[in-house]
């Protein structure tokens, strides 16, 4: 009975090793066979495997559209990577034979078949009076081998010791798992290559000498220039935002202004702002002129001293800055809305009312006549500012606000928003759109137009 039970016991757990070894063995992927590859999906891409990013397959993609557009012959690049292919066996031994797999096609020649093959099947290019003009770059991960296909057309514009060039170029990339990369790189030496044309007797002792530096320096210079493009774009978004910055500072004093409260908190001379309202961005204490126009120390005598103002003069509203202590009393008493020299009405003409009733009158009409000429003068504070303001931008972002919009924005009838003006909008610079491709469902149909193109030959390498 023990020995019975001990039995089933030991069934038991052969049928659990056995579902699970066979469960372990179904969800190994196997290799792919040229005739189950499927048709690519992202724009001429096929990645079954989801070895590439998303972002490695637009640049990939938008390096396809580059040399397609840039070349003057009819050409079609299609790019196939796959994690591992399947490596025919001679028939006289069996697929698990382990010790005689030597014996079988090696990678190189079974990624030529591969390549060949795919390309035949998806029929890249087409086959015309010149020949087939497609070109397919395959990329074996796991066999570590690539190999580059062509049309007959390109078999003079490709020849094998160009491929075997472009292949020496792309190890690198590929031996760190940077596969977008070397196979953008591929892509745009392929192009090269064509652009180029015909070997002359120079190339014929370059492929003697094998000086691959060269063609490595024009790939650094490609980066260069295309670094410093990008340099150059993110500095002009950087100016637009400097700028689109200053003009709501403007927009936000405005609101202020209407309130009655309208205080500078940068210098409007250098439009940096204040540490403090005290203290100016030059850490000087800041420089209150008579009139009520507040500058940074050391840029009222910049200013001053390089001739472009006087010392007697504000920049902003050019009112002269040394005006007496009466006048300015007398200023603010007319600010705050006081009369001078009128007298009370005689007490025999007066008519008897209460008195708590007439105070309160007089404070509500006084509190009012402040409040108004309060406002009044902070717009008038504002409107300076903000034309000298405008001034100021233009010189410093000519590219970004012009003496057109100067003009315009500093008129008395000008009431919208700069940062939402339609001419300042406009001149925002714009990032180039990248090309969208549909790439959804990557394992699905194919996206890619073919047009029964054949393969003629080609070159591959390992790495």
Known sequence: MKYRQRTNRLHYVYVLFLTLFLGVASAAKAPWKVEEFPKPNFGLIADPDHLLSEQSLQQLADS??????????????????ASKMHIPKPNNIYEDDRDNVDNGMDEDAAAEKFARGLHDRWGVGTDGESGGTGVLVFLSVDDRVVYISRGSSFDVLLRNS?????????????????????????????????????????????????IEYLLLSGYGLAI?????????????????????????????????????????????????????????????????????????????????????GQVSKCPICKKDVGVGESSISAAAAGASG???????????????????????????????????NQ???????FQQDRNFRLARLALRYPNVVTQQQVQRWSSPTYNGQLTQDRSFVESRPRAPEPRSYNSNNRMGGSSASFGGGTSSGGRGGRF
């Open 224 to 308: 260069y220039f295309s670094m410093r493009q990008a340099r150059r774009r993110r500095e002009a978004q950087r100016v637009y935002a400097e700028a689109a910055s200053q003009l709501s500072a403007i927009d936000r004093a405005q609101a202020e202004a209407l309130q009655g409260q309208f205080n500078a908190s940068s210098c409007p001379i250098c439009l940096e702002d204040f540490v403090s309202n005290a203290i100016g961005s030059d850490e000087r204490p800041i420089k209150l002129l008579r009139c009520g126009h507040v500058f940074d120390a050391s840029c009222w005598e910049e200013w001053v001293n390089s001739g472009q």
């Open 338 to 372: 006081e009369t001078v020299g009128e007298q009370p009405p005689q007490a025999d003409t007066m008519v008897a009312v209460d008195d708590t009733s007439v105070q309160q009158n007089e404070q509500h009409i006084h509190h009012h006549h402040h409040h108004h």
């Open 64 to 81: 396809i559209d580059d040399i397609t557009d840039k070349v003057e012959v009819p050409i079609q690049i299609a790019v196939a990577v």
């Open 162 to 210: 160009r491929i075997d060039s472009i292949i020496q170029d792309l190890r690198p990339s590929l031996r760190q798992a940077k596969y977008g990369e070397g196979l953008s790189l591929a892509v745009e030496l392929i192009g090269t290559y064509i652009q180029k044309g015909e070997p002359k007797w120079d190339e014929w002792i370059w492929d003697y000498f094998r």
């Open 375 to 381: 406002r009044n003068r902070a717009m008038q504070l």
